[in-house]
């Protein structure tokens, strides 16, 4: 038995992705396996750890718990899509680095993206605020701390920068 093949178009990353799937593909592994965008991590596959969020758009959202279908005509950004134009990391980005905050990695893009999300909508959080943000999203390496710093550093340099 074929199943039935549909046809979607989004903007990723601010490019106008295309193709085909069948209506059970996941939003998750349509960027993955079919755009080959694999920042976006596969943990749970309940929505419950974070790993696959990916702004949806301009919110949050947990890309498993979605159909690749239902972002057809829809704004979608991965962690990729946090990097600057000239490929360069985001001050977002380059803050987690700079406070170590990740170890093995897998939960880092979608703390980046529920960080993003929370300073697109509060450029200076608190650090309550900073840790509902990421509430969220499980970490099993780093024990949050550098996460928090990471994203607080982050809003003191955007702040900085739009003096």
Known sequence: MTETLYGISAEVN??????????????????????????????????????????FDGEPVRS????????????VTTVEGLQRPDGQLSVLQDS??????????YCTPGMLIAAQAL???????TEHEIREAISGNLC???GYQQIVEAIALAAQRMGEDAT
């Open 119 to 125: 300073l697109d909508a509060n450029p200076r959080p």
């Open 14 to 55: 601010g490019t106008v992705r295309a193709g085909q799937v069948v209506a059970r593909t996941s939003l998750v592994d349509w960027l993955r396996e079919h755009l080959h965008l694999t920042g976006t991590h596969v943990g749970c596959e309940h929505g419950v750890c974070g790993a696959c969020s990916v702004m």
């Open 64 to 75: 498993c718990l979605m159909y690749a279908v239902q972002a057809n005509g829809h704004r």
């Open 96 to 105: 987690f680095c700079e406070t170590h905050a990740l170890q093995c990695g």
């Open 140 to 142: 099993r390496c780093t």
